[in-house]
């Protein structure tokens, strides 16, 4: 089995491409700590790596962060070890059942507005699912859209995986997402970072 790795914008963070199916269409899920990864055998096993901060399982890749003070070069061999482990056994990626729809709570779809909040909605989900979210994969993270407040104009999206305490995150969301939003969307005045 042949890991690829790939830098991400965050330092902090690199991308997994094990060749092999990851979270698939069941993710993708976020574990910003190992209490968190109980559903994740893979993982539960990636946390058991010294200084391994958070785990993000994309469809077929793994964004693993670390701590600010430990060394890639000894971080690196052991999350390798752990995700070639992993696979050689035969263990499920994620515990049958879970969908990431479970996982991720307080997020919001058009069905939750009614009238033209409710269109404005659904144009914002539709340039996130296809123009965001498959650029931000590419660098090994996620953003999720939160909520829509119609009285601002302002759009709450969470960052995940590699985007999760990028010190490029601002910038992605006001230069990138903001401004493609506003360019499409009218109503939309601003996009900030859900807490």
């Known amino acids: 089995m042949f890991i690829q790795t790939e830098p991400t914008p965050n330092p902090d963070t690199i991308k997994f491409l094990p060749g092999e199916t990851v979270a698939g269409s069941a993710g993708p899920f976020d574990f910003a700590s190992e209490s968190e990864a109980g559903i994740s055998p893979l993982a539960r096993a990636v946390f058991s790596v010294s200084g391994v901060t958070r785990v993000f399982l994309g469809a077929d890749f793994l964004s693993v962060s670390k701590e600010e003070a430990t060394d890639w070069k000894h971080v690196r061999p052991m999350v390798l070890a752990a995700i ?39 144009e914002i989900l539709e340039l996130i699912e296809t123009r965001v979210r498959p650029a931000v994969a590419q660098d090994g993270g996620d953003i999720i859209f ?45 996009v900030e970072a859900a807490l």
């Open 146 to 190: 939160q909520r829509f407040d119609s009285d601002s104009g302002i759009v709450h999206l969470s960052m995940r995986g590699a985007c999760a305490g990028c010190p490029s995150s601002t910038m992605t969301l006001k230069q990138g997402i903001e401004n493609m939003l506003k360019a499409y969307i009218p109503e939309v005045n601003a």
């Open 84 to 122: 070639m482990d992993h696979y050689v056994a035969g263990l499920p990626v994620i515990d049958e059942g879970v969908t990431a729809s479970a996982e991720i709570d307080g997020v919001t779809s058009a069905a939750d507005y009614e009238g033209e909040t409710a269109e404005i909605v659904e």
